[in-house]
C-alpha cells in the first residue's frame, strides 16, 4: 500500500489521498492527490496558477490509467480545473480515451462539472513580464538555446496556506530546496497508487509548459508518454519537458522495461539514459520518470539534479531523492 508522486509539493497532494489508499481506492486516491494540487495556486505548473501560453491563457491536460482497457484523457481544458477529474469521466461514460479543446469543456460542462477561472494573479502578473521582456516560445529539443524571454531556473517564493498536518502543525510547508525550486516550473503532478485491495491507478495533471504556443500539448495527457498502468506489471509517470519524454514513449518505455524483467529503479535509469543520449540537451531541459512496481516498490531517475519524489505509505509521508541522475547540474 502506498502512493508516490512527483516533486516535493506532491507530499501534500499525497497526504489528502491517502485516506482513498487505505480504503482500497486507487483511482479515487490519484484523482484527489490531482486535484490538491490543481487547486493550489502556489503549485505554479498544474490547475489554478498555472502559467497560461504564449496568448495569455491557462490550458490544462491531464490522464488517468486503471489499465491498457480503462484509461482516459482531455487536453486543451480552459475552463475546468480538474483534468483528471474530466479524463475519468471520459474513461468511465464515454467509449473514448481522449477529448480535447472545447469539446472536452463542453463536455465537462455536460457532465456538470463546475467551470472555475484558471489564470491567477501571480500567473497573469509573469505572463505580463514575459511579455514585455520579448518573451520567445521555445520547445524545440534540438539544436541551439533560444531566449526564453523569462527565467525557468529563478527560484522564487512559495507562499500558501496549508493544513499543518505534514509540517508539525505550522501553517506553512517548508521552503522548497533551491535546487528543487529552480525547476519550479516543470513541475506536472504525475501520481502512482497501489491500494490497500492491490489495485494500481496512476494520474497525471499538468498546465504544460510556460508560454507554450497555443494548442501546444505535451507528454502529461498522452497516454504512455506521461503516464502508463499495467495491473500485471507496474506504473510509470513522467515530468519534465514533455518534448523529450514523448520521443520515447517515456511511462510506456518504463514498464515495458519491467515487464522484461527490469526493477522499477533500472527501467527509469535506462529511460533517462536514453533521453541524455538521444537529444542534444540544453539547459533549461529537466525531465524524471517515477515507476511503482506491482509489488510495491518504487523508484525514480531524473535527467539532472533536484527532483525529488513524495512518497506516503505505512512508514509515513516523506520526500525522497531520486535513485538515478543522468547529468551534472547545468546551473552550477
Ligand atoms: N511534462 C509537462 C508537459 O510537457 C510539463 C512539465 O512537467 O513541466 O506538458
Known sequence: MRIVSTWSFGLRANESAWPHVAAGRALDAVEAACAYAD????????????????????????????????????AGLRTHLHPVTVARRVMERTPHVMLVGADADA?????????????????????EKWRREGGVVDQSRDGPSRTLGFDPLRPVDRRHG???????????????PADEARWRHHDTIGC???????????????????FKVPGRVGDSPIIGHGLY??????????????????????AFLVVESM???????????????????????????QAAFLALGRDGTFAAAALR??????????????????????LADPVG
Open 39 to 74: 487547486a493550489a495556486p502556489d503549485i505554479d505548473s498544474v490547475g489554478f496558477g498555472g502559467l497560461p501560453d504564449a496568448s495569455g491563457r491557462v490550458s490544462l491536460d491531464g490522464c488517468v490509467m486503471l489499465s491498457p482497457g480503462q484509461c482516459g484523457s482531455v
Open 107 to 127: 463536455f465537462a460542462d455536460r457532465e456538470g462539472l463546475v467551470q472555475a477561472e484558471l489564470l491567477s494573479d501571480e500567473a497573469r502578473a509573469a505572463y
Open 162 to 176: 496549508d493544513d499543518g498536518r505534514l509540517f508539525g502543525g505550522a501553517t506553512t510547508p517548508p521552503p522548497l
Open 192 to 210: 502512482l497508487a497501489l491500494d490497500a485491495r492491490g489495485t494500481l491507478a496512476g494520474g497525471c495533471s499538468t498546465s504544460g509548459t510556460p
Open 229 to 250: 498502468v499495467d495491473p500485471e506489471v507496474g506504473a510509470a509517470t513522467a515530468t519534465g519537458t514533455g518534448e523529450l519524454i514523448m520521443g520515447l514513449c517515456g
Open 259 to 285: 515487464r522484461r524483467g527490469a526493477t522499477p529503479a533500472e527501467a527509469v535509469r535506462e529511460a533517462v539514459t536514453r533521453m541524455a543520449r538521444t537529444y542534444t540537451l540544453q539547459a533549461h531541459h
Open 305 to 326: 539534479p533536484g527532483y525529488r519524489t513524495s512518497v506516503r505509505d505505512a512508514d509515513g509521508a516523506r520526500a525522497v531523492e531520486p535513485d538515478f541522475v543522468a
